[in-house]
DNA sequence: TTGACATGCAACTAATAAGTTGCATATAAT
DNA sequence: ATTATATGCAACTTATTAGTTGCATGTCAA
């Protein structure tokens, strides 16, 4: 059973450092943190460090919409869309 | 033409009282502010003054979320879900 | 026109959250 | 083993925002 915590999601959200994130995260199937970063440093010409990332990281996943499991010396990273089905149900449709 | 500001959008939603407050707008066509103040303190127990309330419209209005006009002594307050169509679109589906 | 009612505006406080710095730990490669 | 690489953890600072108080404005009814 999954745990539904819309406030949670809906905050992690709010935040347009996460929604960039989620962004990139929605182009390929799994990234490192350490890829990320650079990504959202190089390409997306954001002042952020890595752990203001990893805090990011952390939001995200206690809503439930990243998971991560730490592969050697990596930790990989993937976008999970399942909390973001149901999301606006009541107000719409 | 439509503005998309999608980040006013999500700043919007990521608070738990502004949600309650669509909820109740998604109810009945319109409300007024009064109507709108006495039902979420008594309703839904929120501790909160009416101008608190209208700050949280202000930032929903903001946003397109949603929209008011002065009828006489009240303001008419009611739901707009344009911005929520297409709000997960290049997430989801 | 006077009083009651509904709202608007602005300054302030308090809580939350973004982002940083500094250091520790774990793995890979040489 | 030792060094470089990738990450984890915690305290701190700063920025943002939720919420309040106090007063002003506008409208309706008597």
Redesign the interface.
């Known amino acids: 059973m999954i745990k539904d915590n819309r406030?949670a999601v809906?905050?992690a959200?709010?935040d347009?450092t996460r929604?960039i994130i989620?962004?990139e995260l929605?182009e390929r199937s799994e990234m490192t943190l350490f890829e990320l970063t650079t990504r959202l440093i190089m390409k997306h010409n954001l002042s952020i460090t890595r752990q203001g990332i990893a805090k990011h990281l952390a939001v995200l996943e206690e809503a439930g919409l990243v998971q991560s499991v730490r592969r050697g010396k990596y930790r990989m990273i993937r976008?999970n869309?399942e909390p973001?089905?149901d999301?606006?149900k009541?107000?719409?449709d």
């Open positions: 406030d809906f905050k959200l709010g347009p929604r989620l962004d929605a976008f869309r973001l089905r999301l606006l009541g107000w719409l």
